[in-house]
Structure formats: C-alpha cells, structure tokens
C-alpha cells in the first residue's frame, strides 16, 4: 500500500490541513494500492502565499542561473525513472511499450526549455523603444492524469524559463507519480516556494487556485469542460490562461496510399496511451475507392492489437485508467452501435481469454465503419480504444469532414504523394498536422485551434505565453 499523505509547500513536505481520503487503484486489477490524503482551499492559499513571498527574488534571477536550475531538475527527474516507470504502469495502466516515452518526456522538457531559454530574446527594440518580456507572477499549473509527471515538469519548466513562480495541481488519479516527481525536484534543491504540490480535488483545490487574485496566470491541461470552467473563474482577476483541451483528431487517408504503411499508422494514431491520448486520431476517413481494402485492413490491425498486462511489452492497449473510464468507453461503443455505426472489431465488454485480469478495467480495441460525421462517437471525444472509419469521395469532402468539429487539436495526413499531402495539410483546421508520421517535436507549438484550447505550450510561444511584453520609451531608452 502506498500512503501518501504530504503536500508540498514552502520547500517543505507538510501534512495537508485537508483530511480527505482519496484511494488509489491498479486499473490493472481494480485493486486499491494506495490512500492520498488531499489538500484543502487552505492549503492552496498557503501555497499561494509561500508562491508570491518566492516571487520578487526568483523573478530577478538571470538566464544562466534559470538555466542551471533547469539542469538540476532534470538530472533530479532522471535518477529517479525506474520508480517513475513502475508508478505510470502501475497507476494508470501505460502499456510498459508508452511508459518509456512518458518517464524521459519530464527529463527532456527541463533540457529542452534550458536550450531555448539560452537563446531566448528578453529585450527587444522594437521602433524607439526597447521591449522588455516580464515574468506574468504567481502561476497555477493545473494537469491531467494522462501524462502527469510530463505536464508537471513541462509546466513547471516554462514558468522556471520565465521567471515565475508556481502552484501546482496535478490530478488526484496520479497522486504516485506525483509524490515521486516531487521528491526528484525537492532534490534539486531549489529555493522554497518556487514551486508548491498540492495534489486535491479539481472542483475545490483547482477551483481556488483559479480563481484566487494572487494568481497571475493559469495553464491547464484537461478536457474541455474543465477548460471552460477554468475560463469563467480566471474572468474576475483577468489571469492569463492557456487551455490543452481536448480533441476528435482526424487521420485522412488519401487514395493514393500506401495502405501497408498508412493503416498500421492511423491505429497507432488512434490507440496510442490506450487511446487516452488528447491526440489521438479517433476518426479515420477512408476514400470510398478503396473503403473495402480499408476496412478489411483495419479491422485485421485492430484484431491483432494486444489488450491486456501493462507489464507485458507487446501490449498495446492496457486497462482504462479508472472504473468511470472504463464506463465512458463501453457507453460510447453502445451509442455507436444504437445510431447505426457497423462494429468492425472489438465492441462492449472485456477483452477475450483475460480471466487473470477480469477485476481489472479492460476494454476491447474497437473499430467501427460506415460512421457519419454527425454521430454521437464521430463528435465527441471518447479517451479510449474506439476507431471509426468514416468515408468520403472525395479530397474536398474529406478535407470538410476534417474540419467539421469543434476540435482542432491535432490532424494525420497519409497519402503516397507528399506535395498533394502538404496541400491537404496546408487547408485543416488544427494546431498540429502530421504528414506520414507520427512525430514529435518539443521545438514546435502545441495547442489547439476551437475547442481544444486557448495559446501554445513548447518553444517559443510557450515561453511567450508566462511573459507579458513591456515597452520603455522616452530618454535614456
Ligand atoms: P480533467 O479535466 O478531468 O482534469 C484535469 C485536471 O483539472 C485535474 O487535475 C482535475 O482535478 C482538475 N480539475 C477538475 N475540475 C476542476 C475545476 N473545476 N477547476 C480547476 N481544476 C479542475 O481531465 P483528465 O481526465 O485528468 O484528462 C483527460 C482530458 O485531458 C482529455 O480531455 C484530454 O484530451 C485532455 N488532455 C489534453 C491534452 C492537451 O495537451 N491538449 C493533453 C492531455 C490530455
């Protein structure tokens, strides 16, 4: 069992003046494997306070100290990895073939922020004046269970680069992680108050940091809804907020294809983190030239992907991360089945010849075809294992289809030709295109148009988004 019960504040682990329980599971087994004792609105305003005492100093400090410290923290996170990866399989149930990209992800974040804060232009002239980029202030960082230790120290290195201070929420669900990555930056030894943990409830802890005057800015990551509360509490103090919402990605397949590569593509597009994933490329769109060969190829893809043990390497679908989840996913396959979508593979209930994991929260890589944009399981984002194949006629229809969401995160582009793709590319709505890949790359924004959300994370626009230009005019500038 894994009791963890402080919060940290002040440079200091402390007992939360909250008492609420909140148990921790093995989506693999069901099995309760931890209690975290959670924070209350005092304790966030005490790490509010401790946040704003740490500001007047940090927000002076230069780059070279920023970026030492940037350094410290990464070698801190890195030492710690094996415990990180046992605490990701173990509590939200990342296939161990993701788990890896998710504990050195936070490791690269604080080395790839110390890169850009090298060359990043603080002082600006811009006509007679010079322009000085300024620290926001106190920010909440506010993150989801899906990549909680990667959200934590991403956040946390763009306000360390801008010289803000912050107060931390990361989701309850990942209370493991947490407790570890705290103890890896305690270990940095950064100066006290720098950055506050206070794991709790969203709707109290989450809901007072958003809220709360002393708060500058907030960054978020997390579905829509939550988004969109955060937006309306932030209001009365005018905070600066970047939304990581979520999203209903589209993976267009051209007819020009090669479909032996394009389809094992589109369902790691789809399946990736256990289709937990905000980018995940949910809706396929299948030229109606070759939807057969589509179909058929895609259901043996999905048929063959391994659902089951995190631990096991070849599994690419673990459990869903919590019992409400894994209701959500099985909701979704019913819905789509009741509005007329023909399930390819997969569907309702736990996948076959699993017995040793039937406590455990496991769902069925499903694919559905024949799916209209207009569908309940076309429109809303589901966060699990659900693929739908939606045809099309043609490039113009596709591109529409694309586009006919209220989401715009993220968008797959596979075709043989690349300039035809690039032009597809060039007319989709989404903060991210990708073009036969699957690839990542810190030094690009990362952000949603619509409904996915509001401002940029990584690189430059990151960085943008803790700082609040300042012009200096007149004599002497
Ligand atoms: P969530 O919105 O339920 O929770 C996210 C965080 O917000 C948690 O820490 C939660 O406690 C907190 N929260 C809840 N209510 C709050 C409130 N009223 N005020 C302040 N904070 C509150 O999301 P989740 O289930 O943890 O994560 C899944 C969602 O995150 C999906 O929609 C997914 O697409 C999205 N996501 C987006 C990105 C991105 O970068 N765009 C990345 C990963 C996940």
Redesign the pocket.
């Known amino acids: 069992m894994h009791t963890i019960d402080t919060i940290y504040i002040d440079g200091r682990f402390v007992t939360p003046h909250g008492t609420e329980l909140f148990d921790l599971h093995d989506p693999a087994t069901g099995a309760v494997t931890g209690r975290v004792r959670l924070a209350d609105e005092e304790d966030v305003r005490a790490a509010i306070a401790a946040a704003k005492r740490a500001l007047p100093a940090f927000s002076r400090t230069g780059k070279a100290e920023r970026i030492a410290m940037l350094h410290r923290l990464a070698d801190a996170v890195a030492a710690r990895r094996d415990d990180l990866l046992d605490a990701v399989i173990g509590e939200y149930g990342a296939p161990a073939s993701r788990a890896a990209f998710m504990v050195d992800h936070p490791v690269n974040a604080f080395r790839e922020t110390a890169a850009l804060l090298a060359d990043y232009p603080f002082l600006r002239r811009m006509g007679t004046a010079e322009v000085s980029m300024e620290p926001l202030g106190v920010a909440g960082l506010?993150?989801?269970?899906?990549?909680n230790a990667g959200f934590i120290c991403g956040k946390l290195a763009t306000a360390i680069a801008a010289g803000c201070t912050t107060v931390i929420?990361?989701?309850?669900m990942s209370a493991r992680q947490t407790q570890i990555v705290t103890e890896a930056l305690h270990a940095a030894g950064l100066a006290p108050g720098l950055f506050n943990i206070v794991t709790g409830?969203?709707?109290r802890v989450?809901?007072t940091?958003?809220s709360h005057p002393d708060v500058a800015k907030i960054s978020?990551?997390?579905?829509?809804a939550?988004g969109k509360?955060?937006l309306r509490?932030a209001a009365d103090t005018l905070k600066r907020v970047t939304l990581?919402?979520?999203?209903k990605s589209p993976t267009i397949i051209l007819d020009d294809a090669d479909l032996s590569q394009a389809i094992p593509l589109a369902i790691n597009a789809a399946f990736m983190n256990s289709g937990q994933?905000?980018i995940a490329g949910t809706r396929l769109l299948a030229p109606r030239s070759r939807l057969a060969e589509i179909e058929a190829r895609a259901r043996s893809a999905v048929e063959a992907v391994r659902a089951g043990d995190p631990r096991d390497p070849a599994t690419i679908v673990g459990p869903m991360v919590s019992r409400t989840q894994w209701e959500r996913v099985q909701r979704y396959i019913r819905i789509g089945v009741e509005e007329g979508a023909v399930l390819l593979a997969g569907g309702e209930g736990r996948p076959d010849g699993q017995p040793e994991f039937s406590g455990g929260w496991f769902v069925r890589p499903t694919l559905f075809t024949a799916v209209r944009n207009d569908m309940t399981i076309a429109r809303e984002?589901i966060?699990g294992p659900v693929l739908s194949i939606l045809p099309y006629e043609d490039e113009e229809e596709a591109i529409a289809i694309a586009n006919d969401t209220v989401y715009g995160?993220q968008a797959y582009v596979l075709s043989g030709d690349t300039a035809r793709a690039r032009r597809v590319a060039d007319r989709i709505v989404a903060g991210r295109v990708l073009i036969n890949s699957l690839t990542h790359d810190p030094k690009a924004p990362?952000?949603?148009f619509k409904q996915?959300?509001i401002g940029r994370e990584y690189g430059s626009f990151g960085l943008d988004a803790f700082l609040e230009p300042k012009a200096l005019l007149g004599e002497g500038v």
């Open positions: 506010i993150t989801p269970w899906n990549s929420k990361p989701s309850e409830r969203g709707d989450g809901a940091i958003s978020f990551t997390g579905f829509t939550t509360a955060i509490s990581e919402l979520g999203g994933a905000c984002e966060f995160l990362f952000g949603g996915s959300g």
